[in-house]
């Protein structure tokens, strides 16, 4: 039971590493596109609200995924 | 507290040359166009006064780094005074300041290079510039050292051939009258902004473990480089308004470059690109060794992992943590997204001027007996008006500044709560954020699904988005429950 909890927790933690990712670059693409800011109806003055949340919520993702991925010994 | 691994082995004047490079960076070779459309002529008082300010909070960094010449400069002092969340916050922000400010440098060199050769890659340039200074730091100090010295005199040398060449030449259609276009408050927000130029000149007081006899050599380096910067700032400031007139800098991509050219001709414009060139060489040298010994620090006193702190048998210098910071500052050049970097970079310096300011007040208090070599002249009135010099330039700011600010400091406190909260209770707090996010995901998949997201959205689009709200739902619901039903291993 130990070692599917561990794979699960192993594969859960990727994909929150990921999604950390992808949110940290789409933070990038706010900033830098203006393709994606119209896209989107994001006005000049919300861009960096959007980059911050964003931010905040790639780096959220990647320390808990992280979490999951290293601290699987302390299960046993 | 002293550093008994890392080797003794700089100077007055490598000392000195450290101050110097981690300040004159690409910032004056850019800024002095828009700050002298804001004060004129005055910017030439303007120059000084900021140095005077910048002055105040070198004088403690003088005292404190005499005191206590442990690695990390800013965040040992705080360490010292405070200790906990405000010493590892002000380490945290000199650490990533100084990555930052590595990484703008090494892009500002990318840019000058590219004015010569136009076919070369900006990003890439940066990035190898950032490895090949991290391969020199990691070799040892002494080559940190030397290296810094050589590039700040070929560069003290250039200027002051712009320097004493303006001086002396009949040339010029400029006015030193006394002339402040916008007035006061221009003069003020012209302050403010080139404020900046003075930065990094405290890269000094981070690398304290590894100045010989740090009693006489730190207060002495760091004093001569403010004092220095004061005299070259102000008189190339002389020289632009002596050849142009104010209004003719406007809009300048390199004021300095353009002036030059108008008394020295195109060999102006070579030395001044050349200058700018090492300036910003000079800068990621010293940026590099200022955040590896933050870190080294800060892994010290078990802030960082263990890691940092270890020393190359070979070369007795902390590689990890030099490794680790320039792959991120390297990142940070690839992005190429200076503003943001610059903004950063600026507010993490300042914080820490207020946070050296407020252990000097502290440390006196407290420790009264200290061994200090040198005292703050004027004190407690010294530590007060730099405190007070900081916190006017922070409201004078952008405001995304603040923003990206305010965002630093959180991941601070993250960072934080991760070494100091027992792991159980760390992971209970994380497993009920992760049922917070998926909750809100499944809202926000909700209000998708039934359009009443007040966002014009394609059909495609909308779908794409519902699914990826879901998915984020899904997993953090899980990523939760495998947070909170861990068994409890407290230490």
Partial sequence: MGEVRRAVSQFIGLIQCGLGGVASVFAYLVYASPSIRDALSVTPNEVYLYMFLLLVFGMFSILSGLLLIREEDSWD | ?491
């Fill in chain 2, 1 to 491: 507290m002293e550093e008994k691994s890392l080797k003794r082995e700089l100077g007055l004047l490598q000392a000195t040359m450290m101050g110097m490079g981690g300040a004159i960076s690409a910032g004056v070779f850019v800024t002095l166009g828009y700050a002298a459309t804001l004060a004129g002529t005055v910017l030439i008082i303007a120059m000084i006064l900021c140095g005077i300010i910048n002055l105040f909070s070198m004088l403690s960094y003088a005292e404190l780094g005499a005191a206590i010449p442990s690695a990390g400069g800013e965040y040992t002092f705080a360490k010292a005074s405070f200790g906990g969340f405000l010493s590892f916050a002000t380490g945290w922000f000199e650490w990533i300041s100084n990555m930052f400010y590595a990484s703008l440098s090494a892009v500002g060199f990318a840019y000058l290079i590219s004015y010569i050769i136009p076919t070369i890659n900006v990003p890439l340039t940066a990035v190898v510039t950032v490895a090949i200074f991290t391969l020199i730091n990691i070799k040892g100090v002494k080559e940190t050292g030397l290296t810094q010295t050589i590039l700040v005199i070929i560069l003290l040398a250039l200027l002051g051939i712009f320097i004493s060449w303006g001086v002396l030449t009949s040339q010029g259609v400029g006015t030193l009258e006394i002339k402040a276009p916008e007035g006061f408050l221009g003069v003020l927000r012209a302050s403010a902004f080139i404020f900046v130029i003075y930065l990094g000149g405290e890269a000094i007081a981070v690398a304290q473990a590894e100045i010989k006899d740090p009693g006489k050599t730190i207060p002495r380096a760091i004093l001569l480089s403010t004092l220095a910067l004061i005299f070259i700032y102000a008189t190339i400031a002389y020289v632009v308004f002596k050849i142009v007139p104010s209004k003719t800098l406007a809009g300048q991509a390199s004021p300095l470059a353009y002036v030059a050219e108008q008394f020295m001709g195109p060999l102006g414009v070579g030395i001044i690109t050349i200058a700018g060139i090492i300036a910003a060489l000079s800068s990621v040298n010293t940026s590099i060794m200022a955040h590896s010994r933050v870190s080294y620090a800060l892994a010290r006193d078990g802030y960082f992992p263990k890691n940092f702190f270890n020393l190359g048998e070979r070369f007795q210098t902390p590689f990890i943590a030099i490794f680790v910071g320039s792959v991120f500052t390297a990142a940070f050049a690839a992005t190429g997204v200076v503003n943001f970097v610059a903004y950063a970079a600026d507010f993490g310096f300042i914080i820490g001027f207020v946070f050296v300011n407020l252990s000097l007040i502290k440390l006196r208090r407290d420790k009264p007996d200290l061994h200090r070599p040198f005292r703050v002249p004027l004190y407690p009135l010294t530590p007060i008006l730099g405190i007070i010099a900081s916190l006017f330039l922070i409201i004078f700011l952008e405001p995304s500044t603040l923003l990206i600010g305010i965002g630093l400091f959180i991941f601070s406190l993250i960072a934080y709560c991760i070494r100091m909260v027992g792991h159980y209770r760390f992971c209970l707090a994380f497993g009920g954020m992760n049922f917070g996010i998926s909750a809100f995901s499944a809202i926000i998949a909700y209000l998708i699904i039934s359009n009443t997201l007040p966002i014009a959205l394609s059909e495609v689009t909308r779908l794409l988005f519902f699914g990826v709200a879901v998915f984020v739902s899904i997993t953090y619901f899980i990523a939760g429950l495998l947070d909170i039903i861990r068994k409890r291993d407290e230490k």
